[in-house]
């Protein structure tokens, strides 16, 4: 029964149980609609949420921060067999996402997250400087 302005927020599961009144009261409840990534945890969040000079409400249920969109993800690995009999790979990904994001966004924002972590490497001289007499073989 939420109500937003149109074109702006968008409630994803709509089937999302909050409560359940036992009687004729009425409820009056106040959200804070937070974007952010990977998994909060209440006390994580209290300490940010009193850090906050507004809102700063001794009522207020902190929940755990959910920001994932993922919800699934599988790989496979596909033998591709051409016509000069050489034996190539191919991957294939299956993403299933909650609809705020596409599979291809997630794709795209996963691989951009992998390089910012490995680019760094590529200009380090003494990643590459490593001799052999110091990498174990197994």
């Known amino acids: ?12 599961n709509p089937n999302q149980y909050i409560g359940t009144l036992i009687d004729t009261s009425e409820i009056f409840i106040e959200i804070d609609i937070e974007n952010g990534k990977g998994y909060q945890l209440t006390e994580e969040r209290r300490k940010l949420y009193l850090e906050k000079p507004v809102g700063n409400n001794p009522s207020t249920l902190i929940i755990d ?20 009999g050489k034996i190539r790979e191919s991957l294939l990904f299956e993403i299933w996402t909650n609809g705020s994001i596409t599979p291809k966004r997630s794709l795209q ?7 910012t972590l490995f680019y760094p490497l590529l200009f380090n001289s003494d990643f590459f400087s490593i001799s052999s007499d110091k990498i174990k073989k197994y």
């Open 1 to 12: 029964m939420f109500q937003f302005p149109k074109n702006t927020i968008q409630i994803l």
């Open 65 to 84: 921060g959910l920001f994932m969109p993922i919800k699934r993800v599988n790989y496979k690995i596909k033998l591709i067999h051409d016509t000069k």
């Open 109 to 115: 924002e996963s691989l951009k997250l992998l390089l």
